[in-house]
């Protein structure tokens, strides 16, 4: 079993930027594919970003590429989501997820195995 919680989450104005953390626990993850995704209130839960097992190759969805960046550090077993240039429209509960996989990027969320409780990022206008 793997334990994710999210931190990092808070409020900010158009233009900022806010840094998520997921912490892993339980086992590490450096065999594991893990995702970012949001969600809104009536919305389903989208995809953001990916990042392999590795830490060599990353994916972003199209709303959020060249803003937005994924790392890892399985050291510390910490998947991280830097967020610039923040909008309004990124105002969302934030998920991290991740599945065991040794290579690939998976964007739907029915592939991935365990879920953090998600973390708040509001962004005012």
């Known amino acids: 079993q793997v334990q994710l919680v999210e931190s990092g989450g808070g409020s900010v104005q158009a233009g900022g930027e806010l840094r998520l953390a997921c912490a892993a626990s339980g086992r590490t993850i450096s065999s594991y594919v893990m995702g970012w995704f949001r969600q809104t209130p009536g919305k389903e839960r989208e995809f953001v970003g990916g990042?392999?097992?590795?830490?060599?190759?990353?994916l972003y969805a199209d709303s959020v590429k060249g803003r937005f960046t994924i790392s890892r550090d399985n050291a510390e077993n910490t998947v991280y989501l830097q967020m610039n240039s923040l909008k309004p429209e990124d105002t969302a509960v934030y998920y991290c997820?991740?599945?065991?996989?040794?290579?690939?990027?998976?964007?739907?969320?029915?592939?991935?195995?365990?879920w953090g409780p998600g973390t708040q990022v509001t962004v005012s206008s």
């Open positions: 990042i392999n097992a590795s830490g060599s190759s990353q």
């Open positions: 997820a991740a599945r065991a996989a040794a290579r690939g990027i998976y964007i739907t969320q029915r592939w991935y195995d365990y």
